[in-house]
């Protein structure tokens, strides 16, 4: 079978769901990445965007609903152009059936359009619109009272309205081909054959809603595809390592940067490694202290493998790459999906967790003080370790993804 897979472009995202196509390739089906400028190898259509570059630029620096409702934009824009261009790509290229990254919203309708087999994979946190549980654009806790309940719900009535302010044009594109779709509903055109999160059962928050379709597998992580990265290993000193990265999108913030060295250099019995991404020079930063190695890029999986401590803007590919290494976290959500990742972080005791508003040098070196020295929190990562491990969540899911596109 010949499955396309669709998900946005950039590493947060291609860096699992190609780590998921190659073990989907492995049982014996052809995939090919749409709408991508680079697949870690795999097959892919060129596709250049220049628009899109721009767009990763401003939200680098945004937080927050602004952040969000910016992102929203551009993804509602995208999908505009999957909608345009998809019947053609598929013809071109005998694609039988697509992975949808739950991020590309509403690129289902070009499946559903022209009548092939979709399943629904997530790159970042599944969005649940139930109201059982917060959405992960929230940061609560769950909890089962009226109150919470109704709060969940508003979250997502907070949801649908953003996405509203934006989707006309795709709106107008499904009226166009004929489709009827119930806005009010995020979930209605969610795959009906399966929806595979990477996040484990034992990271989420507890409940029995899920629909039979629903699969927790584990994370999209095999070690492979990713882009070699010189690093200097011989100016590790042995001390405790804490490796800090606000991800690949969210890292315009220099003063977030300044913020997390100064907060290390009040501890000089740790070593801190700072992965500050491609819009920060190093050099912006100022004078360093010994016990800092900063660099635009670092090889995440290696130095995870020597981490005490991750300072994570609660990316879920960082903070699951953290827990498969049993370790624990600072977090320090910006947007997105990040204050549910957060909350899950809170809510099973894997890390401290804060915000941009209360950052202060002061303030950080306190938390990782009380992560690096309350042993419990290393020992929940690594339960989470374990539960991860048992799970096989790569190979569960690529069976999921085959045995599902055939079926259908």
Known sequence: MKIGFICPDVPGHINPMTALARHVVARNNEVVFLYSSGARGLPYIPYDDDEFQTAINEVSKRQGEDALQFALQHVMTRTETIMKSLPKIVQDNKIEALVIDNISFYAELAAIQLGIPYVHACGAMHLDFSGQVPLATDPWPPEKTAVAFARNREGVNRWVQMVQNCNAGVRARAET????VNWDDPSATYSPLALITQVPKAFDFESSHWPSHHHHTGP?????????????????????????????????????????????????????????????????????????????????????????????????????????????????????????????????????????????????????????????????????????????????????????????
């Open 177 to 180: 081909a004929g489709l009827t």
């Open 220 to 408: 999209f992580h095999d070690g492979k595809g990713r882009d070699t990265t010189d690093f200097p290993w011989e100016r590790l000193t042995g001390a405790p390592l804490v490796y800090a990265s606000m991800g690949t999108i969210l890292n315009g913030r220099v003063d977030v940067f300044r913020t997390i060295v100064a907060a290390l250099a009040k501890n000089p019995n740790v070593q801190l490694v700072l992965s500050v991404g491609d819009r920060t020079n190093p050099k912006d930063l100022g004078p360093v202290p010994k016990n800092a190695i900063v660099m635009q890029r670092t090889p995440q999986l290696e130095v995870l493998k020597r981490t005490s401590v991750c300072i994570t803007h609660c990316g879920l590919n960082t903070v699951l790459e953290s827990l498969t290494q049993g370790v624990p976290q600072v977090a320090i959500p910006v947007t997105f999906d990040q204050p549910g990742v957060a909350a899950r972080i809170a809510y099973h005791k894997t890390g401290a967790v804060t915000s941009l508003d209360k950052l202060t040098p002061e303030h950080l070196s306190d938390l990782l003080k009380e992560v690096l020295e309350d042993p419990s929190y290393r020992n929940n990562a690594r339960r989470m370790q374990m539960a991860i491990s048992e799970a096989n969540g790569l190979s569960v899911a690529a069976d999921l993804v085959d045995r599902t596109l055939r079926a259908a």
